[in-house]
């Protein structure tokens, strides 16, 4: 048996591939062209964790974890040769595909990256599906993280799959309509398209993993060595709003909520996301279904104010004196929109053992805390604009 994870050096890539090889001893393929690394230069940011190279972390994985069954390759899976080569190969039973450009905030940035970030992931799916097809590969249980951003933030419940439709007496599910935000949110929602397509034309057993917003610095396979540790972006384009919080509680500011704060976002923790992946790797192939199934990958949804809050008091923990603040919203948004969204699918997948928000956030704290250099070298990047303000404000007083 042979398991495919592209996205292979990614935040969620490189944790997941870690922990199928640690639990397996098939083959496990990690595959990446390294992107992440360099878009994150390109918006002038780092990793707040130092991240090793990808060779290196195999290596470290080799030798300190006993997992001698995990590889990498890099490939850009956009190179259609390539994507053919790979499969051609390697013939993987699973693919577990988390390659993509994953910011909205970069994809906004002018049209060439609008244009990158479709053309990348789009093109990354189709070439994975219809290599699949044409190797004759069909029988590959293919994984795909998408996102919940394809559904918007609808004033409705959002169910886990398609929306059920009834007319007299019949019953019919139909996908759910994509009301993405962004023209990368877009691109998951082309991808849910493609992958329910690929699953009617070629009978490829697919499971749609719609991914919330992930936080988190560590997974139990990580923890015991720096060559191990996943990336921490913070900055504007690649680090989400717990990311963020969580520098700007460790350089001193306060953590700005943007009006009331209180519309609720689907969240998930590093270490239940690669749980997840993991288990749908992992699963018997007889067992399995073989049809299309989305999970939304989601523990809980939190309201805006509530993260603030639950940071501001474990930076507490930690010795930080951390405030919440609310200043006015540049953004037309809901500030009260209470989410509901199914994820009993989920949350039977994992089971019960699902680490708390407040401990994630303990882990962060600790991993930041370690590294507050990196993150103070870089305050132009992730503190708001109405700090930056209010301090060069202060500064002029002073002179």
């Known amino acids: 048996m042979t398991i495919l994870v592209t996205g292979g050096d990614g935040y969620v890539g490189w944790p997941t591939a870690l922990r199928i090889a640690d639990r ?17 230069e390109e918006v002038g940011c780092h990793s707040a964790v130092p991240v090793a190279g990808p060779e290196e972390r195999v290596e470290a994985a080799h030798n300190q974890l006993d997992v001698t069954n995990l590889s990498f390759v890099r490939a ?28 909205a905030p970069y994809s906004q940035i002018n049209g060439e990256r609008a244009n990158y970030t479709q053309h990348n ?44 439709m009834v007319n007299g007496g019949e019953r019919d599910e139909v996908p759910f309509p994509a009301m993405a935000g962004s023209w990368y949110h877009l691109t998951k929602s082309h991808d849910a398209a493609n992958l329910r397509l690929a699953h009617t034309q070629f009978d490829i057993p ?14 139990e396979e990580t923890r015991g060595s720096s060559e191990l540790k996943t990336r921490f972006d913070f900055d504007y384009y690649f680090g989400t709003v717990v990311h963020r919080f969580c520098a700007q509680a460790v350089a001193g500011y306060p953590l700005t909520v943007y009006g009331k704060g209180e519309q609720r976002k689907p969240f998930a923790s590093l270490e239940d996301t690669v749980e997840g992946l993991a288990r749908l ?48 919203n540049p953004r037309d948004e809901d500030e009260t929109h209470a989410m509901e969204i199914e994820n009993d699918r989920y949350l039977s997948l994992i089971g019960d053992q699902r680490q708390t928000f407040e401990d994630g956030i303990r882990d962060v704290m600790k991993s930041l805390n370690r590294h507050a250099d990196r993150i103070e070298s870089h305050e132009d990047r992730f ?12 500064a002029e007083s002073q002179d």
């Open 24 to 40: 397996t001893d098939q083959r496990v393929i990690s595959v990446d062209n390294c992107g992440r690394r360099r878009w994150v």
């Open 76 to 103: 850009d899976l956009v190179d259609q040769s390539a994507v053919e080569e790979l499969l051609a190969v390697h013939e993987p039973d699973v693919i577990v595909h988390t390659a993509a450009q994953p910011s």
């Open 121 to 164: 992931n789009l093109q990354s799916t189709r070439n994975l599906l219809w290599g699949l097809e044409e190797q004759g590969l069909t029988d590959t249980h293919f994984i795909e993280t998408t996102t919940t951003g394809v559904y918007g933030a609808p004033d409705f419940p959002i169910p886990e799959g398609g929306a059920t």
């Open 206 to 219: 697919i499971s749609d993993v719609r991914t919330a917003i992930i936080y988190g610095t560590e997974t």
């Open 281 to 328: 790797a992992l699963d018997d192939a007889d067992a399995r279904s073989d049809d299309f199934v989305v999970y939304n990958q989601v523990t809980r949804a939190i309201s805006i104010v509530e993260i603030a809050e639950t940071i501001a008091d474990v930076a507490g923990e930690s010795g930080f004196d951390t405030s919440v603040e609310h200043v006015e």
């Open 383 to 394: 503190v708001p604009d109405v700090l930056k303000e209010r301090a060069e404000a202060t």
